[in-house]
């Protein structure tokens, strides 16, 4: 696992995340099956094993490359942009 160039611009400190679940599903009245925080603005989405997958659709509409995963006990961060885990 290494850093891709889009880690490194990155805010610090990490952005306050939008909420402690998928805003969006919460609005549809789904449920998340894991969560992903964006590194870059904090919106917390659902990942890709969710029905809507909010976290996808939140990179292809900003174009926020990183997020991490917002579960417990994880810490790895994935990249939209280079697809793969840094």
Known sequence: MSECA????LPRPEPEPSG??????????????????????GHVGCCDSSPH???????QQTGHPVMRSFEPGQS??????????V
Do not use: I, N
């Open 20 to 41: 402690s679940t998928c805003g969006e599903c919460a609005r549809l009245g789904s449920h998340p099956v894991q969560l992903r925080l964006c590194l870059e603005c």
């Open 76 to 85: 790895w961060r994935w990249c939209y942009a280079d697809q793969r885990v």
């Open 6 to 9: 889009h880690v490194a611009s």
């Open 53 to 59: 997958r909010h976290a996808t659709a939140h990179f």
